[in-house]
């Protein structure tokens, strides 16, 4: 498969935007930090780190890197700031508006790629979520689901898990209640 039929989940996209407002507020409230710089080396050292192990099979470097994108835009707009003058607030406004408007076009132009531009080829694309170091280190990050024999389907291991202690129960109040 291409880099693009690839299936990856899980919240790691959102943990990056987490990240982005955290880099962001040490930016924003750079006067009120003792040591800024320090903050902000350590915070983009685990930044450079995660990056680098997204290069790894099964990472999905391009939902880390929308994350983290909009996570530092709708920080900037949605994050209360201190202001020390006019100036300051009337800076904060118009940074406001700009990373607002640009979340909004970048997030249509996503959705706008997604659907019509779907089987688009990139070669060095792939690059970004998995740098071959062998042969084949990277070929192995496909995923093919098939139902192993024996075992009851998904469905109906879940409904034997929910429904049975419920029917237990049900079953035990109304013993108690032929009691009474």
Same mark, same amino acid.
């Given at each position: 498969? @291409?880099?693009? @039929? =690839? $299936?990856?989940?899980?919240? %790691?996209?959102?943990?990056?935007?987490?990240?982005?407002?955290?880099?962001?507020?040490? #930016?924003?409230?750079?006067?009120?930090?003792?040591?800024?710089?320090?903050?902000? !080396?350590?915070?983009?050292?685990?930044?450079?780190?995660?990056?680098?192990?997204?290069?790894?099979?099964?990472? /999905?470097?391009?939902?880390?890197?929308?994350?983290?994108? &909009?996570?530092?835009?709708? *920080?900037?707009?949605?994050?209360?700031?201190?202001? &020390? !003058?006019?100036?300051?607030?009337?800076?904060?406004?118009?940074?406001?508006?700009?990373?607002?408007?640009?979340?909004?076009?970048? &997030?249509?132009?996503?959705?706008?790629?997604?659907?019509?531009? @779907?089987?688009?080829?990139?070669?060095?694309? !792939?690059? #970004?979520?998995?740098?071959?170091?062998?042969? !084949?280190?990277?070929? /192995? %990050?496909?995923?093919?689901?098939?139902? $192993? *024999?024996?075992?009851?389907?998904?469905?109906?291991?879940?409904?034997?898990?929910?429904?049975?202690?419920?029917?237990?129960?049900?079953? *035990?109040?109304? =013993?108690? $209640? %032929?009691? #009474?």
């Amino acid at each position: 498969k @291409q880099w693009y @039929q =690839r $299936r990856y989940g899980g919240a %790691s996209g959102a943990l990056y935007g987490i990240l982005a407002t955290l880099i962001v507020e040490v #930016i924003v409230n750079w006067k009120i930090y003792k040591y800024p710089c320090l903050e902000l !080396s350590k915070l983009l050292l685990f930044l450079a780190l995660l990056f680098l192990a997204g290069l790894l099979p099964w990472i /999905d470097n391009f939902a880390h890197i929308g994350g983290f994108v &909009f996570g530092f835009l709708t *920080s900037l707009v949605l994050l209360p700031h201190i202001n &020390f !003058s006019e100036e300051e607030r009337i800076a904060k406004l118009v940074v406001q508006i700009v990373c607002g408007v640009l979340a909004v076009i970048l &997030f249509a132009l996503l959705f706008i790629v997604f659907y019509l531009a @779907q089987g688009y080829s990139c070669d060095g694309c !792939s690059y #970004i979520n998995c740098i071959p170091f062998t042969d !084949s280190f990277c070929q /192995d %990050s496909t995923m093919e689901l098939r139902p $192993r *024999s024996g075992i009851k389907p998904v469905n109906a291991r879940i409904k034997m898990l929910l429904f049975l202690p419920v029917k237990k129960l049900l079953k *035990s109040k109304a =013993r108690s $209640r %032929s009691r #009474i």
